[in-house]
């Protein structure tokens, strides 16, 4: 038993697929990818029920590839198979962590994940096994953060948790610009007006209309996940 109540029930958490570089140049970095799970078994001992989206920012962008003149949509299909290779790769580390953990793919690839059946990854998540959502949404031309918004929605997280490389959003992106400010909360409708570059739109405005709230917030601030799943102050809220 422990005295810690978290504020959230269910989660889903975003995780960055470029952040799963560390200090690497491409790749997963295996200190960074057991670091990581180590800190969501933290949150998983709390009661919380865990649903992981994971980005693929570390092996393929279908951006990039279709900016070499690549077909667009092939492009994008790569990219959410790095993100498959990301979630057995996270499937993998947590469950030789001690977690259970179930890989779900949007697009069929079933001699190596299961496929996405919602009322299975609800079935796991209130059996207190992680689900770890591959593939995106299993269509091109979206990104991940947009799988985490619809995937956050269909499962009745309580909220999206989306665990960056910056520690929040800021009024510009600060990699870019350093006199760039952070914001302790913002509005879907501010984020949006303002061109926030920290998610895409779509992913935006699915969470707005649905009522789910955001957190962004570092991937790499250890303890992190925790405080912001204790309701503590921790990153940026992005509410209606
Ligand atoms: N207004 C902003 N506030 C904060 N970050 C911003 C802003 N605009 C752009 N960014 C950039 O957005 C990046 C995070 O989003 P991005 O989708 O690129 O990464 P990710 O979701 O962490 O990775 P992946 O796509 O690999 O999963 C930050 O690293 C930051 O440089
Ligand atoms: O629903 C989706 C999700 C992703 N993609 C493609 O995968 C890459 C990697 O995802 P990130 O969100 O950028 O980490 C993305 O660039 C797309 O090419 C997709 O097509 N549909």
Do not use: W
Not at 92 to 97: E, F, G, L
Not at 154 to 171: C, F, M, N, R, W
Not at 187 to 211: E, H, P, S, V, Y
């Amino acid at each position: 038993m422990h005295n810690e109540k978290p504020a959230y029930k269910r989660i889903l958490l975003k995780l960055s697929g470029e952040a799963l570089m560390g200090d690497d140049q491409f790749g997963i970095n295996r200190d960074t990818i057991v670091r990581m799970v180590d800190e969501i078994a933290e949150v998983t001992r709390l009661g919380v029920e865990v649903a992981v989206v994971i980005g693929g920012g570390n092996i393929f962008r279908g951006v990039a590839g279709g900016s070499v003149g690549m077909d667009r949509a092939t492009a994008d299909y790569m990219g959410m198979l790095a993100t498959v290779m990301n979630a057995l790769a996270l499937g993998d580390t947590m469950n030789k962590a001690g977690l259970t953990a179930r890989v779900m793919s949007a697009i069929g690839i079933e001699q190596v994940v299961e496929p996405y059946v919602r009322p299975k990854a609800l079935q796991y998540l209130e059996e207190g096994k992680v689900v770890i959502f591959a593939a995106g949404t299993g269509n091109p031309f979206f990104t991940t953060d947009t799988a985490a918004a619809l995937r956050g929605a269909e499962i009745g997280a309580e909220i999206v948790l989306k665990a960056t490389k910056v520690d929040g959003v800021y009024s510009a992106d600060p990699k870019k610009d350093p006199s760039a400010t952070r914001y302790s909360k913002i509005t879907f409708d501010a984020a949006m007006n303002q061109n926030l570059g920290i998610m895409d739109a779509a992913a935006f405005a699915l969470c707005r209309d649905q009522k789910l709230p955001i957190k962004v917030f570092s991937i790499f601030k250890h303890g992190a996940l925790k405080r912001v799943v204790m309701g503590e102050d921790e990153g940026t809220l992005v509410h209606v």
